[in-house]
């Protein structure tokens, strides 16, 4: 067998490293992997650490608008939020609440359920939440299975549908 020549070198990885750039970027771009990260990044939004400032607990109700439509149907044992909702109530409910809760602790406690069907994906996990938010609402502590339901938009995927139930022991 003949010695490859330098340029041939090159060449084979120049194109192994073009291969395992393209296989890494359809794994990463994949729907259901898309969602989910959106989904771990809708749960850190939601959380408010105790240590937070005023600017970053008000950046959050904005931030919370990135995930949603422009309507979302919420089912949840809160009265408070339940119903077809506006983004717009929603990102200023949680503005408000954000800035004036102690600290919003929201953790899933397993792994979570995607799937993905066209421009539809449905999520189900099971979460922790602890907020510290004051006599004035409800508690919301405890464990809490949640579907959610996206719809693939334009600009990326959006909750369309929220459902929370309290978790039986």
Not at 115 to 127: H, I, N, W
Request: charged content about 25%.
């Amino acid at each position: 067998m003949a010695a490859m020549t330098l340029g041939k070198k090159v060449l084979l990885y120049i194109g192994v490293a073009c291969a395992m750039v393209g296989m890494f970027c359809w794994w990463y771009y994949q729907p259901e992997r898309v969602v989910k990260r959106r989904v771990m990044a809708l749960i850190s939004t939601l959380s408010v650490p105790a240590d937070s400032g005023r600017t970053a607990r008000l950046m959050k109700g904005g931030q919370i608008a990135d995930f949603l439509a422009s309507e979302v149907e919420f089912d949840t044992p809160f009265e408070e939020v339940s119903g077809n909702v506006e983004r717009d109530d929603i990102s200023s409910g949680f503005q408000f609440v954000a800035e004036k809760a102690t600290s919003i602790v929201i953790e899933p406690e397993e792994e979570m359920s995607v799937k993905v069907s066209g421009d539809r994906a449905e999520v189900r996990l099971a979460l922790r939440a602890e907020a510290k938010i004051g006599t004035w609402i409800k508690p919301v502590d405890g464990k809490y299975t949640v579907e959610l339901y996206w719809q693939k938009a334009d600009d990326g995927w959006r909750i369309t549908q929220s459902r929370w139930q309290k978790a039986t022991p």
